[in-house]
C-alpha cells in the first residue's frame, strides 16, 4: 500500500497549497487533508500506511497541544509536525513538549518545508526542531544547547573550509537546511561567523583537525 501524509488545517488556501506541497512527495492520492482535529482523527483512522501528520495547532474545536496530543495518544509512532502562523516560544515548547517532532513557522519557504517531510518519511531521526521565518529558532536558556549529530558532522565540514553547498552534497541534504544547522551551530557555540566557530569549536575540543 502506498504510504500516505494527513494534512489538518481550517484555512482552505494554505491547505491547499500543503495539499500540493505533499502530494508532490507522495503522490496524488497518497493526500488527505482535514479542517479540525476531530475530522483528521477520523481521517486517520481510515488512511492506509500513515506515514505524517501536518497539523496546524490554531483549529477550531481540539486545537494546540491538545491536538498534538490526541493524534500522539492514537499513532504514537507517526510523526506530527505542527505548523503555525505563531512565532510565540511557548507555543513552539508546548507542541515539541506535546510529541511534535518540529514545530515550523507558516512563513518558512516550501524547500524547507519540503525538505523536513522528506527527512520525516525517510525515517530520519529528528531531534524536536523550532524552524522560524529566519532560521531555527533558540527554546531559550531550558532547551538543550548541545549540537545534534547532524549539527557535529556540518561542524566539522564546516571546520574543514567546505561550503554550505558542498556540506549539502556531502550529506544529502538541500542547502538551505545547510544553512539553518550552520545558523543553529553558531548560536550554540555563541559565535558570529565561520572563523569564529572554528576557533571556538577546537577551544572547546569539538574538532582537531588540521
Given at each position: 500500500?502506498?504510504?500516505?501524509?494527513?494534512?489538518?488545517e481550517d484555512?482552505?488556501?494554505?491547505?491547499?497549497?500543503?495539499?500540493?506541497?505533499?502530494?508532490?512527495?507522495?503522490?496524488?492520492?497518497?493526500v488527505?487533508?482535514?479542517a479540525?482535529?476531530?475530522?483528521?482523527?477520523?481521517l486517520?483512522?481510515?488512511?492506509?500506511?500513515?506515514?505524517?501528520i501536518?497539523?496546524?495547532?490554531g483549529?477550531?474545536g481540539?486545537n494546540?497541544?491538545?491536538?498534538v496530543?490526541?493524534?500522539?495518544?492514537?499513532?504514537?509512532?507517526i510523526?506530527?509536525?505542527?505548523?503555525?502562523?505563531?512565532?510565540d516560544?511557548?507555543d513552539?515548547?508546548e507542541a515539541?513538549?506535546?510529541?511534535?517532532?518540529?514545530?515550523?513557522?507558516?512563513?518558512?519557504s516550501?524547500?524547507v518545508?519540503?525538505?523536513?517531510?522528506?527527512?520525516?518519511?525517510?525515517?530520519?531521526?529528528?531531534?524536536?526542531?523550532w524552524?522560524?521565518?529566519?532560521?531555527?529558532?533558540s527554546l531559550?536558556?531550558?532547551a538543550?544547547?548541545?549540537?545534534?549529530?547532524?549539527q557535529?558532522?556540518?561542524?566539522?565540514l564546516?571546520?574543514?573550509?567546505?561550503?554550505?553547498?558542498?556540506?549539502?552534497?556531502?550529506?544529502?541534504?538541500a542547502?538551505?537546511t545547510v544553512?539553518?544547522h550552520?545558523?543553529?551551530?553558531?548560536?550554540?557555540?555563541?559565535?558570529?561567523?565561520?572563523?569564529?566557530?572554528?576557533?571556538?569549536a577546537?577551544?572547546?575540543?569539538?574538532?582537531?583537525?588540521?
Amino acid at each position: 500500500m502506498p504510504e500516505t501524509a494527513l494534512i489538518v488545517e481550517d484555512h482552505p488556501l494554505y491547505r491547499d497549497a500543503l495539499t500540493l506541497l505533499l502530494q508532490s512527495i507522495f503522490g496524488a492520492e497518497g493526500v488527505r487533508a482535514a479542517a479540525s482535529a476531530e475530522d483528521g482523527l477520523r481521517l486517520a483512522e481510515a488512511a492506509s500506511d500513515l506515514k505524517l501528520i501536518l497539523l496546524d495547532p490554531g483549529l477550531p474545536g481540539i486545537n494546540g497541544v491538545e491536538a498534538v496530543s490526541a493524534f500522539r495518544r492514537r499513532w504514537p509512532d507517526i510523526a506530527v509536525i505542527a505548523i503555525s502562523a505563531s512565532e510565540d516560544r511557548r507555543d513552539a515548547a508546548e507542541a515539541l513538549r506535546a510529541g511534535a517532532v518540529a514545530f515550523v513557522s507558516k512563513a518558512a519557504s516550501t524547500e524547507v518545508v519540503s525538505d523536513l517531510v522528506r527527512r520525516v518519511r525517510s525515517g530520519e531521526a529528528l531531534a524536536p526542531t523550532w524552524i522560524t521565518a529566519s532560521g531555527i529558532g533558540s527554546l531559550g536558556e531550558d532547551a538543550a544547547q548541545e549540537l545534534t549529530p547532524r549539527q557535529q558532522e556540518i561542524l566539522v565540514l564546516l571546520c574543514q573550509g567546505h561550503p554550505n553547498k558542498e556540506i549539502g552534497l556531502r550529506l544529502g541534504l538541500a542547502e538551505v537546511t545547510v544553512k539553518m544547522h550552520v545558523s543553529a551551530v553558531f548560536k550554540v557555540l555563541e559565535v558570529a561567523n565561520r572563523t569564529q566557530a572554528v576557533l571556538e569549536a577546537r577551544r572547546r575540543g569539538l574538532y582537531s583537525g588540521g
